[in-house]
């Protein structure tokens, strides 16, 4: 183990690793994350997570290139320097083993990938993010596109990671540079010194492995990710890259916060907490508000890193955030909550404004539901915003209710697409029929729709009158 020295500021709440603007995160959540998002969406999680992490990384080097061809690296001594930079970042220890830079093919092998470590057995290989990190890094070196295949990988038992690259059939090399904020232009940065374990090439901070990650990251991954299956993509952020990444990967966390509990108030507990953030380069907390009695919390993000690369929206983006947000809440008030964002900075607001509070359950909801459960046919409902996150179910927990209105939120969205492209306007309905019976989704209003399953051999009819009933009704409580 070494010490290694990071930049940080507590002004700006940015941190900075070879001049370059970035995260701080843990590690475990990139294979819990990916896990269950492969877990929804299937196949598609692969090129998603892929041309994501190229994309970025193409595009957040402009920086750190510039400077290696304004000290006129050769391309020889520009492959060891990305080699040494990557393992710079606590995501493995890398070796190039093979390259051919005039025909632009490289062989890299990586042990302890972030990807694979925490990922349990695979039969494939799964290190989409990292083969789309060296796709983007080393297009530079050879000014060609590249494509790479990772043809081994730990999580399969082997030793190391092997990835494959050699030119894209579609050249689109020199791509479009966005500038980040040089670090010489960020005033007061102070050194935050992190333990490195050079063995396995990853950072203990806080107790946990972490690596670095480009601070644009995650608003770029929600935008590709949006692209492809809707705004249901922002719910999966929610829960899966936020809520459940934050609950499963604070063990160490939570036996501290219960342990200072018994010592400290909430108060202080939390301004501990908040002060921590900058370190990390997700930006400020102030203005936080605590009130115990109902189990809320209110605050404000300034310079939240999910806004950095979103663009301008009508609506909050910071999804990750929020579900992190919602995630430490639960643990905090040992309650499940949800924590929506107010204001933020991606439309225009100087702050993103974020308010968590513990669950209530929907109980005029949860009424009408239970009631057209009782209809002949039709085994469960549930009530789901565009998003794809849950308002209010009939769902046994076992049922997974979260994955199951994501599901629901891709298939709605994607209908909305079709029905958009078509020309056919807003959809009224979505059926999906299979052998054993079908499942119905019917738009309640702009922002939610309610979803039944029900049996074969239901009359449809009466299922069609009382999904209209409850329809109506549910317009009134929302
Ligand atoms: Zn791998
Ligand atoms: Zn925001």
Redesign the pocket.
């Given at each position: 183990m070494e010490k290694v020295v990071l930049h940080y500021s507590s002004r700006e709440g940015e941190l900075y690793a070879d001049g370059l603007n970035s995260t701080l995160d843990q590690r475990n959540c990139e294979s819990i994350e990916q896990k269950e998002l492969e877990n929804i969406i299937g196949p598609v999680a692969k090129p998603i997570m892929y041309s994501a992490a190229k994309i970025l990384t193409s595009t957040s080097m402009a920086s750190y290139f510039r400077r290696l061809l304004d000290n006129k690296t050769g391309p020889e001594d520009m492959l060891k320097d990305i080699m040494s930079f990557l393992q710079r970042r606590g995501i493995g220890i890398f070796e190039c083993v093979n390259h051919d830079l005039k025909n632009g093919t490289f062989t890299i092998r990586v042990r302890y990938s972030f990807n694979a470590m925490a990922y349990s057995e695979s039969k494939k290989p799964i290190c989409y993010t990292l083969s789309g990190i060296l796709a983007g890094i080393l297009e530079p070196i050879v000014r060609l596109s590249l494509d790479c295949e990772e043809t081994s990988c730990s999580a399969m038992g082997h030793e190391y990671c092997e990835f494959k690259l050699k030119p894209s059939k579609r050249n689109t090399f020199p791509k479009k540079y966005f500038d980040v904020k040089p670090p010489e232009e960020i005033k007061g940065l102070s050194p935050l010194e992190v333990d490195y374990d050079n063995e396995r090439g990853l950072f203990v901070f806080e107790g946990s492995n972490s690596f670095l990650n480009f601070r644009a990251h995650d608003s770029l991954y929600q935008r590709e990710f949006e692209k492809t299956i809707g705004p249901a993509a922002r719910g999966i952020i929610y829960s899966v890259a936020g809520k459940y990444s934050a609950t499963s990967s604070m063990g160490k966390a939570r036996r501290l916060i219960i342990q200072l509990i018994g010592s400290i108030s909430m108060e202080s507990l939390a301004n501990e907490f908040a002060k921590r953030i900058p370190m990390r380069g997700y930006g400020v907390l102030e203005n936080l508000k605590i009130d115990g009695k109902n189990k809320e919390i209110t605050f404000d993000?300034r310079n939240?890193y999910?806004?950095i690369a979103y663009g301008k929206t009508k609506e909050?983006?910071?999804y990750c955030?929020s579900g992190v947000i919602a995630g430490a809440t639960s643990l905090l008030f040992n309650k499940d909550s949800e924590c929506i964002?107010l204001?933020?900075?991606?439309?225009g607001?100087k702050v993103?404004t974020f308010k968590s509070f513990a669950r209530k359950e929907e109980e005029d909801l949860n009424k009408v539901l239970i009631e057209l459960d009782r209809i002949p046919g039709i085994q469960r409902s549930m009530v789901v915003s565009n998003e794809g996150m849950i308002r209010a179910s009939t769902l046994s927990d076992e049922a997974e209710p979260n994955k199951i209105a994501s599901r629901v939120g891709i298939l709605i969205g994607s209908a909305q697409k079709v029905s958009e492209e078509f020309k056919l306007g807003k959809f009224k309905c979505v059926n999906m029929f299979s052998s054993g019976g079908f499942i119905m989704s019917v738009r309640i209003n702009s922002r939610f729709s309610l979803s039944v399953l029900v049996h074969q051999g239901a009359n449809k009819g009466m299922v069609d009158f009382a999904l209209d009933k409850a329809r109506k009704r549910i317009a009134m409580v929302l």
């Open positions: 993000i939240s999910n806004t909050p983006i910071c955030l964002e204001k933020c900075r991606a439309m607001d993103c």
